[in-house]
């Protein structure tokens, strides 16, 4: 659901609706690291040791927890209370929100002082980061449609490292 966002935000006009994104992304023509499902695969069955994979959802259940798995990942020693305290703040999804050099506002504004930007529409850069807000969004047909998606690339990356 972001990509549809950002292009809300930063361009006038229609962009087209939440469906028609949709459909392009399954297509593979969702923007950014297109094709996305093979964009994760080649990252999936690399060989590279110096990949750490995150899900969102986990960082946002127990930042924490990300935290240390990153600082481990990347040989650093264990973090005391007050800088684990401290990194947990600045990376948390409310200072991302509200962070300029983060959340684009300057490039929001110089769209909107421009007349190139459909800010007055309400739409942000940065969102609610609410895991799970997918659903407010998504068709059943979509969902079908992207788990599906789902299926077919673990069946692959399964098939491959058999």
């Not at 962009?15 to 093979?38: A, D, I, T």
């Not at 739409?123 to 799970?132: D, H, L, T």
Request: some cysteine; glycine content about 6%.
């Amino acid at each position: 659901t972001t990509y549809p966002c950002h292009v809300r935000v930063l361009y006038v006009g229609d962009v087209g609706s939440f469906e028609l994104w949709s459909k392009l992304f399954l297509e593979g023509y969702g923007g950014y690291y297109s094709p996305f499902w093979e964009h994760i695969a080649s990252y999936r069955l690399s060989n590279y040791e110096n990949i750490q994979f995150l899900a969102y959802e986990d960082m946002k259940a127990n930042l924490r927890n990300s935290i240390s798995i990153v600082c481990n990942f990347l040989d650093l020693p264990e973090l005391d209370e007050s800088s684990m305290s401290q990194l947990e703040a600045h990376l948390s999804f409310k200072n991302f929100k509200e962070t300029p050099s983060l959340n684009k506002q300057k490039l929001v504004k110089l769209c909107d002082d421009i007349g190139y930007s459909n800010q007055d529409e309400g739409a942000v850069f940065v969102r609610k980061g609410i895991v799970g807000d997918w659903v407010n969004y998504f068709s059943d047909d979509m969902v079908q449609k992207f788990i599906e998606k789902d299926e077919e690339l673990s069946e692959r990356i399964d098939r491959f490292l058999k």
